[in-house]
C-alpha cells in the first residue's frame, strides 16, 4: 500500500530534549515536506526536499532541522525544543516538483512540549 | 506571495441540509486550487483539485467545487451532507511556477453535522 508513515504518532518531551520525528514514503517520490498545522493557522511548511541531499527551508523553519540521506526518509530534528513547538506536525510526498503532483500526507505526530 | 482566506471557521448543519464552504485566494499568477479533508484523528485527504479547464471540478464523495477567476474563489459544495462529513476542510494553492511547491493553506473550516 503507497502511504507516508510518521513516527511517533505522539510525543510529550520537555524543552531542551533533542527529539526527531521520522518520516518515510514507499512512492519512490522524489519531494518531501514537512507542515506543522496550528489551531486558526492551517498548515504552514517547515522545510522541504526535492531530492536527496537538497534540502531548503519553508514558511516557519527557525527551530528545526532536517536531512534526506536516503530518498524514501525525511526525518524532523528539533535540536532544543521549546513550548512553542508544540503542534501537529504532517510529513508529505509527492512524485515531483510540478503543481500538478499531488501531495500525498502523513498520519500526524502530536507533540507537546512542556 | 500567495494567501488563503477561508471565511467560515466553524459551520453546523444538520443531515441532508446543503453545503457552501468559502475559498479566496490572492496571488497574481495562475495557481492549482485544491480542497483537503481532514477526518476527526486522520491525515489530510484530498477531495478535489483543478488545474485547468471546466471551473467545475468534481471530487470525492458527492463533493464538488467551482473555480471563478474574476473572483478569485474556490467554493466547496455538496448538495446533502451527511453525518460522515463531519471533519475539517482545508483549501490550499500552489503556484503554477517552478519553485518550491509548497501548499499554501487555509485556516480550515470545522464542519459537524449533526444527525
Known amino acids: 500500500e503507497a502511504q507516508v508513515t510518521q513516527n511517533p504518532r505522539y510525543l510529550i518531551t520537555v524543552t531542551g530534549k533533542k527529539l526527531t520525528v521520522t518520516c518515510s514514503q514507499n512512492?519512490?517520490?522524489?519531494?518531501m515536506s514537512w507542515y506543522r498545522q496550528d489551531p486558526g493557522l492551517g498548515l504552514r511548511q517547515i522545510y522541504y526536499?526535492?531530492?536527496?541531499?537538497?534540502?531548503d527551508k519553508g514558511d516557519v523553519p527557525e527551530g528545526y532541522k532536517v536531512s534526506r540521506k536516503e530518498k524514501r526518509n525525511f526525518p524532523l530534528i528539533l535540536e532544543s525544543p521549546s513550548p512553542n513547538q508544540t503542534s501537529l506536525y504532517f510529513c508529505?510526498?509527492?512524485?515531483?516538483?510540478?503543481?500538478?503532483?499531488?501531495?500525498?500526507f502523513g498520519p500526524g505526530t502530536r507533540l507537546t512540549v512542556l | 506571495a500567495q494567501s488563503v482566506s477561508q471565511h467560515n471557521h466553524h459551520v453546523i448543519l444538520s443531515e441532508a441540509a446543503s453545503l457552501e464552504l468559502g475559498c479566496n485566494y490572492s496571488y497574481g499568477g495562475t495557481v492549482n486550487l485544491f480542497w483537503y479533508v481532514q477526518y476527526p484523528g486522520q491525515h489530510l485527504q484530498l477531495l478535489l483539485k483543478y488545474f485547468s479547464g471546466d471551473p467545475l471540478v468534481k471530487g470525492i464523495k458527492g463533493f464538488e467545487a467551482e473555480f471563478i477567476k474574476s473572483k478569485f474563489s474556490f467554493n466547496l459544495r455538496k448538495p446533502s451532507v451527511q453525518w460522515s462529513d463531519t471533519a475539517e476542510y482545508f483549501c490550499?494553492?500552489?503556484?503554477?511556477?517552478?519553485?518550491?511547491?509548497?501548499?499554501?493553506f487555509g485556516s480550515g473550516t470545522r464542519l459537524q453535522v449533526q444527525p
Open positions: 526536499s526535492m531530492n536527496v541531499e537538497v534540502t
Open positions: 508529505a510526498s509527492s512524485s515531483g516538483m510540478s503543481s500538478y503532483n499531488e501531495q500525498f
Open positions: 512512492m519512490n517520490h522524489e519531494y
Open positions: 490550499a494553492v500552489t503556484p503554477m511556477e517552478r519553485g518550491r511547491r509548497a501548499l499554501t
